[in-house]
């Protein structure tokens, strides 16, 4: 029997397995998930949140890498066109790119031809998605692509090491969204561009449960708390934000 895309919206996570909490992961050293415990409040879990508070927001639940088989449906293009996404990212060929919460590399292996005198870094906790990701790269020929094991708290990156940081509905299911924050701020180089993908929470009829949508206010509110300003949203997707920060 075919299950429907609405189905699965409404029954999975809509983000890539980004880097939350889940049950099997990389999580670093105490010290370093612990770094900026007065950022955050602790409350009953909400419905698919994980009852942990940032900036008024609860964090939500994470997919994990049993649902990688969504991320990679046939229909994502159509439904969320992430052509247009690409478009909006203006890349230039030598960028380096990370893409954070990689998953299996869905759009790590669309963004890899683009940048061919640069480099993808794909970004994931889990280790059973750097092993898809280290598969993929062999049956898609992408010797510019590298995975990399990050944490629940730090993505793994060297300062002033990326043009351009990509999470495509992963911020909000970050378990440690400063911390990895302030990691990536410091990936930057000049110039650099940190660029979220996120449901709109402004619109009711965008039908993802509503801790996995963003509204721009909290994701602007969010950025500025690690020195990251709004340049620019891009409103031409369906369903989601293109929130584009830089320093």
């Given at each position: ?116 005198r640069g480099k993808v870094l794909a970004i994931e906790i889990q280790q059973e998605m750097i092993d898809d990701l280290n598969r993929n790269k ?110």
């Amino acid at each position: 029997m075919k299950i429907s895309a609405l189905f699965l919206l409404l029954t999975f996570s809509p983000a890539l397995t980004s880097c939350g909490q889940t049950t099997r992961q990389n999580p670093g050293s105490s010290r370093e998930a612990d770094t900026s415990k007065t950022a955050y409040q602790y409350r009953e879990a909400g419905y698919d949140g994980i009852g942990k508070v940032y900036m008024g927001r609860e964090i939500a639940q994470v997919m994990g890498h049993l649902g990688a088989a969504w991320l990679d449906r046939p229909e994502r293009e159509q439904e969320e066109r992430t052509d247009l996404l690409l478009d909006a990212l203006r890349l230039k060929q030598t960028d380096v790119v990370a893409d954070i919460g990689a998953g299996t590399g869905y759009f790590t292996f669309r963004i890899a031809p683009k940048v061919p005198r640069g480099k993808v870094l794909a970004i994931e906790i889990q280790q059973e998605m750097i092993d898809d990701l280290n598969r993929n790269k062999q049956t898609n020929k992408a010797p510019n692509v590298t995975p990399v094991l990050g944490t629940i708290s730090n993505p793994k990156l060297p300062a002033n090491s990326i043009d351009l940081a990509l999470m495509v509905d992963a911020y909000h299911e970050f378990s440690h969204p400063r911390e990895m924050m302030e990691h990536l701020v410091k990936a930057l180089k000049p110039g650099g561009r940190v660029v979220l993908v996120e449901y709109r929470a402004e619109d009711p009829n965008v039908m993802i449960k509503p801790s996995h949508k963003m509204t721009v206010a909290q994701a602007t509110k969010e950025m500025k708390a690690v020195g990251l300003e709004l340049k620019e949203v891009y409103k031409q997707l369906p369903q989601q934000h293109v929130m584009i920060f830089g320093r």
